[in-house]
């Protein structure tokens, strides 16, 4: 079983999401591991150190394909840094970590067209490693937009989409407290909300996920 963890965009909340996932997995006797297929950023970033820290620090928690230093997109970090990332090899490290684990979580990197090369995105991807999806948007105004066509394009690609987590939700404004329900009914998808929440240790995100996620968002073996 595969699913990719994805994101409206960057800062969404996708690697607190990924660790809660993968931790409730691994806390239920479920071989879950989380890919990260490029960190940029790296350091101070590191997103699997993340998800490994949420999972007891158990190194077979999580793992990162490879790093680059400026916060950048894939392409252009490695452009930065003289070299060129090749897609190829990328899809299949991606694939063979993610098949490694009853269940392989692949981590997006910022939104779903972000550039891993001059060709390629994260949605090629998320396709190619034959996912499903889970997709982590803002919770306020202007997610409507994001997250439809998001999951426009997760669909034409061929990608099955769970269901979308707003996150951050806190229902204090009335574009916060309508946008649920009529996501649901502009994708036809399940909608979940994540409430704000001080994440003061990584092991928080699992007792978050695990709160506020219904069962039929999270993968099985």
Not at 83 to 95: K, V
Not at 151 to 177: F, S, Y
Request: proline share 7%; aromatic share 2%; charged share 25%.
């Amino acid at each position: 079983m595969r699913i990719a963890v994805v994101g409206t965009d960057t800062g969404v909340g996708k690697t607190v999401v990924t660790a809660g996932v993968t931790g409730v997995l691994r806390r239920d006797g479920v071989d879950a591991r989380a890919v990260k297929p490029y960190q940029t950023g790296f350091p101070p970033d590191d997103d699997a150190a993340f998800v490994r820290a949420a999972c007891d620090e158990d190194a077979a928690a999580a793992t990162c394909l490879g790093r680059l230093e400026p916060p950048l997109a894939p392409r252009v970090a490695a452009e930065r840094e003289g070299t060129e990332l090749d897609y190829d090899d990328l899809r299949t490290r991606a694939a063979d970590a993610l098949a490694a684990a009853d269940v392989g979580v692949l981590e997006g990197i910022g939104g779903l067209r972000v550039p891993l090369t001059a060709e390629h995105d994260v949605l090629d991807l998320v396709a190619d490693c034959g996912c499903e999806a889970l997709l982590v948007a803002r919770s306020g105004l202007g997610t409507l937009n994001h997250t439809t066509l998001s999951v426009d394009a997760l669909e034409a690609a061929g990608v099955p989409v769970r269901g979308v987590v707003l996150n951050e939700w806190a229902g204090e404004t009335v574009a916060e407290r309508t946008n649920p329900t009529e996501l649901e009914r502009m994708t036809g998808l399940p909608v979940a909300t994540v409430p704000p929440a001080d994440i003061d240790e990584p092991a928080d995100s699992v007792a978050l996920v695990d709160a506020h996620l219904p069962d039929s968002f999270l993968p099985s073996a």
